[in-house]
C-alpha cells in the first residue's frame, strides 16, 4: 500500500527561477522590439496603410515566438555547460529500500502493431528485472483496441511475455469495452481500479523503451522529494530507419537536450508533461488530474485530446511539483517514418493544442502553465501567422513595383523595395533565431569526445547538420501549409477522431504522396510564377518557399524512403551515439524483430483523409 505523504503545500517559486524568468522575458522583448523598429524603417511614409500596419502587427508576433525559443535553447545550453564544467559524481545514490512492489508500469495501446509493443515490453521487463531493487514491479498492458481480432492477438502476446518473463502476478492485460476518455480516460480507469496498490507509476506510449537504471533513478528522486508529482525525462528518438525518421532522430540529438534543459531551467517546479516516458505519483494524480470536459462540441470541446499538459498542470495548481529530467538517459521514443505520418499526428494534436484556449484563463493555474499552453498553441498559429505575413509582404513589394495599378482604390502609401541589405530583418533575422539552437546543441556535441564520435566525427555531424537545415527548410512550407489548414478544419469544426499512429513502414506509395501534396505542388509552381513575371526582388526573397512546394512530392516521398536513409547511414550522416553504441534495451528489441519488423505498414486511414 502507498506511504503515508505530506499533503502539497503553498508553491513556492525560488529566487534563481525569479531571475531566470524575468531575464529571458527581458531578452525575448528586447529582441522582439529591436526587430521592430528595424522593421519598422521599411515603410518610410509616417502614414501607414492598413496592409502595413498589419504586418507590423504580425510581425512581432512571430519574431516573439521565434526569440523565446531560441533563448530558451540558449538558456538550456549554458546550464549544461555549467553542469560539465562543475564536478559532478554522477546520481545521488538511493536508499536500500526496494521500490519495485510500489511501481507499476503503464502501457496503454490503440490499434498498435503487437509484436513491435510485447518486444519493447520484453526488453524493458528485463532491464528492469535486473536492477534489484525494482525486483516486484507490476506492468499493465492497458488496450483500447476496437478490432477483436487483434485484440485477441494482444492477450496471446500477453501471455507469451508473461511466459517468457516470468510474469505470473505481475504483468497483466486488460481491454476496456468503451473507449471513454480515450488514453486518459484508460489511465484514469486504471487509477480508480487498482492504483492504490501502488506509490508511483511509469506512463509509456506504445513506442516507448525505458532502461531499468533509469527507472530505478527516477523512483529514487520521487522517494527523495515527497512533494514530487511527476518526473519527465527528455525521451532521445531511436530505431529510425528512413530518410525523414533519421533526420528527426539526428536533429532531436543535436539541439533536443538544451532545449529540454532551457525548459527545466525556467520552469523550475512547474514543468511539463509530454504524456509518455514519465513517472507520476499516484496518489497526486488521482486526486489532482480529474480532466474537466469543455463547453461546446468538437474539435474545439469536448473530451480535451492533449491530456498531458492538462494533467501537470492540474499537479502544479493543487501544489504538486512537475520536473523535467533533462539528462541522456536511458529513455527512448521513435519517430515517424515519413512526412505524411508526421501530419497526420500534428493533425490530432493541433486540436488538442487549439483546445487549451479554453484554458489559459482558467482560475487556480499557475502562470507557467499558462505559458505552456499558449506555446503549445503557437506551434500550429504560427503557420498560418507565417503565411499571412508573406502573403502581406509579397502583396506589398508588387504593389510598390506598381503592378497592382489596376487597384488604384487598394493602392497604398508608396512602398520601399527593400534592397538586399535590408531583407536582412526579413531572413536574417528569423534564419538566425532558427539554426543558433542547433549551433548550440553541435557546441555542446563537439565539446564532448563521446557524443562527437557517436555522432560520426566532426565531419559528419558538421555535413548532417548542413544536410539536415536544407530538407528542412524545404520540408518546413509544406508543413506551414498542412498546419495552416489543420487550424482552418478546426476552427470551421471539423474532428480529428482518434486514430492509430504509424510508426514504421517504407514510407507511403508514390500515389498517396501526390495527392497529399498535389495542391503545395500547384501553389508553389503558381507562386513563382506570377511573382516572377512582376518582380525576381519579390521572387528572391520567396525562394525558399516556392522551392519547398514545388519539390514537394519528390522530398515527401525521398525522405520516407528506407533505401535513402539506409544509404545516408552508409555515408556516415544522421548518425546519433544509440547506433554507434546501442542501448542494451534498444538492440534487445532489435533482436527480437529481426529485419522483418520493417517491412512496409499499411496505409494510414487518417493519411487517406488527408488527401481529400
Known sequence: MPRSEPPPSRRVVSPGTVFVRVALTLLVTATTGAALLEFRELFPSSRLNAAEIALLVVFPVLIAWLAANFWIAALGAASLLRRRIAERGGPPPGDAETVGRRLVVLMPIYNEDTDRVFAGLRAMVRSLDAEARLAGFHLFVLSDTRDPVLGRREELACSDLIRAVGGESRIFYRRRARNTGRKAGNIQDFCERWGGHYDYMLVLDADSLMDGATVLRMADRM?????????????????????????????????????????????????TYWGHNAMIRVRAFAASCGLPVLPGSPPIGGEILSHDFVEAALLVADGWKVKIMSDRAGSFEEPPPSLIASAVRDRRWAQGNLQHLQLVAAQGLAGMSRYHFLMGVMAYLASPIWLLFLVLGT???????????????????????????????????????????????????????????????????????????????????????????????????????????????????????????????????????????????????????????????????????????????????????????????????????????????PVCEEAARLAG
Do not use: K, Y
Not at 223 to 247: C, I, K, M, N, Y
Not at 449 to 475: F, Q
Not at 502 to 522: C, I, N, S
Not at 537 to 553: H, K, M, N, Q
Open 223 to 271: 522517494d527523495a522529494d515527497p512533494r514530487l508529482g511527476l518526473l519527465q525525462t527528455w525521451p532521445r528518438s531511436v530505431r529510425a530507419r528512413s530518410l525523414f525518421g533519421r533526420l528527426q532522430q539526428f536533429a532531436t540529438s543535436v539541439q533536443g537536450q538544451p532545449i529540454a534543459e532551457g525548459l527545466a531551467v525556467l520552469m523550475g517546479d512547474t514543468c
Open 395 to 601: 502583396v506589398q513589394i508588387l504593389w510598390a513595383a506598381d503592378v497592382l495599378h489596376a487597384f488604384d482604390v487598394l493602392r497604398p502609401i508608396p512602398f520601399v523595395i527593400p534592397r538586399s541589405a535590408d531583407l536582412r530583418i526579413l531572413i536574417g533575422l528569423p534564419l538566425i533565431l532558427l539554426l543558433l539552437p542547433r549551433a548550440f546543441g553541435m557546441a555542446l556535441i563537439l565539446a564532448d569526445r563521446d557524443l562527437r564520435r557517436g555522432h560520426g566525427g566532426v565531419l559528419c555531424l558538421t555535413v548532417g547538420t548542413l544536410l539536415e537545415i536544407v530538407v528542412t527548410t524545404l520540408v518546413a512550407p509544406v508543413m506551414m501549409l498542412l498546419h495552416s489548414r489543420f487550424v482552418a478544419e478546426i476552427l470551421a469544426g471539423r474532428n480529428s477522431g482518434w486514430g492509430p499512429q504509424r510508426r514504421d513502414g517504407d514510407g507511403e506509395p508514390f500515389g498517396q504522396v501526390l495527392r497529399v501534396h498535389a495542391v503545395h505542388t500547384l501553389v508553389g509552381i503558381a507562386a513563382a510564377l506570377a511573382v516572377a513575371f512582376v518582380s525576381l526582388e519579390a521572387l528572391a526573397w520567396l525562394a525558399p518557399i516556392v522551392v519547398g512546394l514545388t519539390l514537394a512530392v519528390p522530398v515527401s516521398w525521398l525522405s520516407g524512403r528506407e533505401s535513402a536513409g539506409q544509404w545516408l547511414h552508409r555515408l556516415g550522416l544522421f548518425r546519433v551515439p544509440e547506433e554507434a553504441d546501442p542501448p542494451a534495451v534498444v538492440a534487445a528489441v532489435d533482436r527480437e524483430l529481426g529485419e522483418g519488423a520493417w517491412a512496409a505498414a
